[in-house]
């Protein structure tokens, strides 16, 4: 295996530990469901939602069919991910890579066990609350934006 796969693959599984952690802590240690919002900073809450959608709770899903079809569309867009990954030569791109990968199957492991997924930071400015989220899809997006990044590189940059 080379090491842009092996470096992926790690930081795949990096998120994914961390994001199974994390939700065990706040679902069966802090119970957080049970509390329903926790206030941390003036900034910041752990706020329990769950998002039987996909991103920023579109696409919802509330039946069967509807979270088997996110789920096995989430598997899908891991699979192309990984196939992106045997192929790529770039450090920074194995470590995108290996983000979304790691935040899309601990989503993933969330819509199987549970029909949706599990997010609950909740940082906001005075009212104004962004959407509720988790690490998986802070690790989703961050992953994305060096993607992005990346792609502005030029091929001398890359080398």
Known sequence: ???????????AAAILVADRLSKYVILDIV???????????????LTMVWNRGVSFGLLQADNMTGRLLL????ALVVCG????????????????????????????YDRLHWGAVADFIDFHILDYHWYVFNLADAAITLGVAAL????????????
């Open 81 to 108: 991910l990984l196939v992106w990954l045997y192929r790529n030569t770039q450090p920074l791109v194995s470590i995108a890579l290996g983000a979304i990968i790691g935040g899309a199957i601990g989503n993933l």
């Open 148 to 159: 992005i990044i990346d792609s502005f590189r030029g091929p001398a940059a890359k080398d």
């Open 71 to 74: 789920a096995g569309f989430a």
């Open 31 to 45: 119970e957080l469901p049970a509390h329903g919002k926790i206030p941390l900073l003036p900034f910041l809450d």
């Open 1 to 11: 295996m080379n090491r842009q796969i092996t470096l992926g693959l790690l930081t």
